[in-house]
């Protein structure tokens, strides 16, 4: 027989099952009341697991095989952790294993997925770059940002249409900003923008009645939830990476050899606790971005998050083809993008549609997908919330208006009636709802441009802490921007 099953007597009285093969055995070193412990648990060791290195990365599969439970993927070492897997995190990951031929990374996020907040709800539009003040960061990755995602999604075979975008003035008063957003988009390098009149809106778009337009012919759409799966996969087969999902990270700390321990595991459970080490960190928290930063050693009392609700309808089958690219309003003021517009969507999840929206409504949880969505720690970190609180009395009307409209279809549908005067209630339906961070600044400014905290907790950590519209957009050239502040801080071609 291959495999004997015997008794081992102790003096104990202990009676322990013994199972020997031909291929190994097992020697007994029993102490009185202490269990037997056997040399591994089913599945530890042996070969690399082909389906869990397809699916997960070979990196992870690699790990996986480990037979010693303190060199498996609960206690891993890595050169630089990016802990966020919206599309900003991914994109750092991205350029950094480009740029580091022998970086070894891992990118952490706390959904079961990557690209579940911010990135997987919202427009899909790709910015041409028209909002954003000359010379600022947003104004230079946005641009960018736009060509490098044009390419990036025909290299990988992505759906990507560049189906342009009018802004429309509805008067006179109105068309003061598509003269302001026309020079403003030129000095930042916006091709092909030209002001066009009623009749050649008409010509361009029948159902469409404004005074004038800006026309943005670059304004693009794509699925950013698809790019990032597609950047997911991209950093996975490098076979130098590895992305957890279900990991929240709760606590960062340095070790004595001058190290960052990350502590984590599933949100809402209790265990397990998961270790990861790395060098070096950077925090891409998004709707988190300011508690997250402030885990990893940053300013807690700076660039708080206030989250904004956008609610979108989309037209129905039969009228979906009312309008052909992007409509938008001009902006409204107040430095937060609000004003509901029609956009054609190329979403594999959600399917082509012509969604009307969002909104921009105050929620009351920092994942507040639905009005009534409550969370008490959420609204008190709004109420001691200085900046947004002049942000409100400056922009009352504005405010409270937005809310008004989460709450009222008509009132909501109303904002796109100005300038699709036959929009009418029966033809749409509810689509999704998005969630959008965003900082206020002293004065009760919406901050202006991105921000990344540099240089925390010794040098080791850097912190993306305000990255609200146009990060979708930009978000390649965000990588690059954030890899260009981790060289600089961190010296990493030397390492």
Known sequence: MSILNKTFHLKSKLFIPLVTTRAFTTSL????????????????????????????????????????????????QFDVAVVGGGIIGLATARELLKRYPTMKLVLLEKEPEVAAQQTGHNSGVIHAGLYYEPGSQMAKTCVRG?????????????????????????????????????????????????????????????????????????????????????????????????????????????????????????????????????????????????????????????????????????LKPEYRTMVKRNIYPVPSGGGIAVGVHFTPTIDPRRGHQMIVGPGACITFSREGYRFFDFKLKDILGNVMNSAFWTFVFKNFGLSLGEVYRDLNKNAFLKSGQKYVPGLRADMVEPSFAGVMAQVFESGGIAAGDFIVERKVLDGLVLNVRNAPSPACTASLAIGEMIADCAEQDWDLSKQ
């Open 29 to 76: 070193h029993v102490k009185k009341n202490e269990p037997y412990l056997w040399d591994h648990l089913p599945g530890e060791g042996g070969n690399t697991n082909e389906g869990l290195k397809h699916l997960l990365g070979p990196l992870r599969a690699e790990k996986f095989a480990q037979p010693h439970p303190y060199q498996t993927v609960g206690h891993d």
């Open 146 to 314: 736009a060509d490098l995602m044009y390419e990036y999604c025909e290299e990988h075979s992505l759906p990507v249409e560049r189906c342009g975008k009018l802004v429309v003035a509805c008067n006179e008063k109105e068309h003061e900003q598509i003269e302001k957003l026309y020079h403003q988009g030129t000095a930042n390098g916006v091709k092909g923008l030209e002001i066009i009149y009623s009749d050649e809106i008409t010509k361009m778009e029948p159902n469409v009645k404004a005074y004038s337009a800006l026309h943005s012919p670059n304004t693009g759409i794509v699925n950013y939830w698809l790019v990032s799966q597609c950047i997911a996969d991209e950093i996975r087969k490098t076979g130098r990476a590895d992305i957890k999902t279900s990991f929240e990270a709760k606590k960062f700390e340095k070790t004595q050899d001058g190290r960052i321990k990350i502590t984590g595991g599933e949100k809402l459970m209790d265990g397990p606790h998961i270790d990861i080490t790395a060098k070096k960190v950077i925090t891409c928290g998004g709707l988190f971005s300011d508690r997250l930063s402030g885990l990893a050693g940053g300013d807690p009392n700076k660039h708080k998050v206030v989250t904004f609700r956008g609610t979108y309808y989309q």
